[in-house]
């Protein structure tokens, strides 16, 4: 996606949400800035005062237009009857632009919000090209018609995640539109897939009324769509059933807003961000525990596929080194949603997994208070592996107290997703392809 970062906050209790199931209000929104996926300066919306600010501005006004599976088609909907179609007639590259300059001039676009798309566009397109693959051009001028069309729509009516929001795939089908975005910027020559049978075995028990959960690593905003993509050929199942705990950024900025619609959220305020405002940490915190609730509902019901970075967010470069690693775990994080799954009533299984996709849309260095960080978009290869699932009783058999039993079942995550990552990071940035399999990690490529 696009998007988004998967972050988890300890500070709700599992308990309550467990053994309460209420009905929940909208999920509050944070400050709204530019956010996308290219390179571009932090562009802070104009008028707009903060979260309460946007909390009062944001209405929920859900407008979309038809899509079809492969190509993108038009229709008016009532709610978009005073909606500027200027992007979806597009047909060159003077066209996208002056259709920029043509919305800017006319107030329906803030100048920093179009500036930012049009970064966006040069950014995408020079990732696109170096593809090398035919009609590069024309991919490039397809995709950011409608990915315009998409932004200025949401600008126009903006719209409101629930605390769980579902992939909206009609009459626009924002699913199959992250999809075919994220798409030309995946080399496919250049990926693979650890483990593919158990991602087959995780799906049969996701049909038979079972849980899953699957911890990771966490590198872009693209995570949610690699994962679809990579497993597109043989577990389609997966990437349209997956559920992600996301952060309040990717649901709240403008340029990443439409690609997070594609997606089965569950949204939470970032731990990490959780004191940026001191008067709104009361407020953050209310509205994780109505998120963990709806958690619960859908875990009580069965057949539900959770993914969660218990990292808090994005994985960063060594600052002396350059090498990209899998962030630590919050064991609390963890044992949280071991504790959910295992109150829910239904079969539960916890799998981890590992990615490899930062090359894509890197992340900053480090981490950053403000949104409208830089960014950046690149062609490149990507991995996803996942191993066995880590049953709790196996590992902490010798431990002493719950406090040991927590810290060692996160390890016991955090060590096999590293490995996995290990051994992406020598198929992949190191050239060795499906030689670089091990004992407990077989890559494939199903696609081929």
Known sequence: MTLMPLTFSSSVGVAAAAA????????????PTVRGFVSFKKLPLPSLGGVRAMS??????ESVVAAATTSFIHTTTPSELNHSHTFLDARTEEDLISGLRKERESGRLPPNV?????????????????????RADQTVISNMSVAFDRM?????????FNPYHKAIREPFDYYQFVHTYIRPLIDFKNSYVGNVSIFSELEDKIRQGHNVV???NHQSEADPAVISLLLEPQCPYIGENIKCVAGDRVITDPLCKPFSMGRNLICVYSKKHMNDDPDLVDMKRKANTRSLKEMATLLRSGSQLIWIAPSGGRDRPDPSTGEWFPAPFDSSSVDNMRRLVEHSGAPGHIYPMSLLCYDIMPPPPKVEKEIGEKRLVGFHGTGLSIAPEIIFSDVTAECNNPNEAKEAYSQAMYKSVNEQYKTLNSAINQGRGIEASTSTVSLSQPWN
Not at 23 to 28: E, G, K, L, N, T
Not at 152 to 160: A, D
């Open 20 to 31: 309460t199931i209420t009905s929940s209000p909208r999920f509050p929104l944070a400050s």
């Open 214 to 216: 699957l911890i990771s």
């Open 152 to 160: 200025l729509l949401g600008v126009e009516y903006p719209y409101t």
């Open 56 to 61: 009062e501005l944001v209405q929920d006004k």
């Open 114 to 134: 179009a500036s930012g798309m049009e970064e966006l566009y040069w950014n995408y397109k020079y990732a696109v090209l170096s593809s090398g693959v035919s």
